[in-house]
């Protein structure tokens, strides 16, 4: 028989492994902070940058303070979500202290994976709503197509010089053409012939400079998407660094936030 009044001291380690409500509230917080300090750092890189020669930042300048401001955004949001989540997580009785600095970490995990779910998700939403506007809005400049990479190339080569000779067809012709060229990695020899045919009928130039301007438009083409895929890959693989830091912060907060949970004195 217990004494009266003795406190009955429940075994919960088995129980209670994730405080869900503290891992939401965490990674929504986390999300909000993370698009507020992107918005933040998108304005201060516009500003930065001007249309007039030698004024502004350059862009190399600009693409640097990018990456570490993309750093700092996933360091500052993390770390609040899982501090938050740390604190406001249930408090285990009776359960071993690495036990509980296991579950500390792996609720900050969680905060930095749910949150970066939901981002995505509406970076997602957002990207389609604006990629939808645009392709409303090609529709209605372009007769029903949309502004493709290729199509200034496509008017390189055929450009001649009297303005306004060149109609729209051959222009989405060469287009397709230059994109299948730059998928394979060569123009095929009949795309080639086709298009230096094409381009001396249009342009009014000799069949032997319309293939000069053939290769030299297809090796701009070629430098231009090999410049893009590039500039992908690296910003692709800052993002990767900067999620991994920011997935760190996120746990090693919510150990800080869960450590002074359990030490809070219950008045």
Excluded at 126 to 149: D, F, L, Y
């Amino acid at each position: 028989m217990m004494e009266m009044g003795q406190a009955v001291i429940a075994d919960d380690s088995n129980v209670h492994g994730v405080s869900w409500p503290a891992v939401i509230a965490g990674a929504f917080v986390t999300a909000a902070l993370s698009l507020i300090l992107l918005a933040l750092g998108a304005g201060i890189g516009l500003s930065a940058i001007s249309p007039w020669e030698n004024s502004g930042a350059s862009t190399s300048a600009v693409g640097a303070g990018a990456i570490v401001w993309l750093v700092l955004v996933q360091l500052v949001a993390c770390s609040m979500g899982g501090y938050l989540a740390g604190r406001l997580r249930t408090k285990w009785i009776r359960v071993h202290t690495h036990e509980v600095y296991f579950r500390d970490t792996a609720h900050g995990f969680l905060v930095w994976a749910v949150s970066v779910v939901v981002a995505a998700a509406f970076l997602a939403s957002a990207a389609a709503s604006m990629i939808g506007k645009r392709h409303e809005a090609g529709s209605a400049n372009q007769s029903g197509g949309t502004i493709s990479p290729n199509q200034y190339f496509a008017d390189e080569l055929l450009r001649s010089r009297s303005p306004g000779s060149n109609d729209a067809s051959a222009r989405s012709e060469v287009d397709l053409i230059l994109a299948n060229a730059l998928r394979q990695g060569t123009v095929p020899p009949a795309d080639r012939s086709y298009l230096v045919d094409l381009t001396a009928a249009k342009t009014g130039i000799s069949e032997a400079d319309a293939d000069k301007r053939v290769s030299n438009v297809f090796a701009q083409a070629q430098q231009a998407a090999d410049q893009a895929r590039k500039a992908v890959a690296h910003s692709l693989y800052w993002t990767f660094l900067a999620l991994l830091v920011g997935a760190f912060c996120a746990s090693f907060a919510a150990t800080i936030g869960g450590r002074q949970r359990d030490h809070v004195i219950v008045i």
